[in-house]
């Protein structure tokens, strides 16, 4: 079992909901300040906010508040560890396809047109 298993747990558990993704849809586009963000979402600003918390104790967006703007990004990186894991589900069966799709190329690049 990897190390990093409570990373997953928690990142999948905040990715599970439909508005949480939604949100980490839209800031993988750009940061956005909270009220913008929320107006995308059919719900009230409380909620909203109860969300965007979810997936800060996840690690997966951070914030920073300038006066009384508060904008929210993601975190650079947060997904990694959800890479990590889904790579080594992946088959011996699909690691030896990529392998082979790879030489493949290599090889018809090298060959003459």
């Not at 909270?34 to 690690?59: K, N, Y």
């Not at 967006?61 to 300038?66: D, G, P, Q």
């Not at 993601?74 to 082979?100: I, S």
């Amino acid at each position: 079992m990897p190390k990093y298993r409570d990373d997953v747990d928690r990142v999948l558990r905040a990715l599970a909901d439909p508005t949480r993704r939604g949100i980490v849809e839209r800031l993988a586009k750009a940061p956005a300040a909270v009220s913008v963000l929320a107006e995308s979402f059919d719900m009230s600003l409380p909620s909203f906010v109860q969300h965007l918390g979810i997936l800060t104790d996840a690690g997966i967006i951070t914030s920073e508040k300038t006066g009384r703007v508060r904008t929210v990004s993601l975190r650079p990186g947060a997904l990694d560890v959800l890479h990590l894991w889904l790579d080594e589900q992946r088959t011996d069966a699909e690691r030896r396809a990529d392998r082979l799709g790879i030489h493949l190329a290599r090889h018809h690049e090298g060959a003459p047109s």
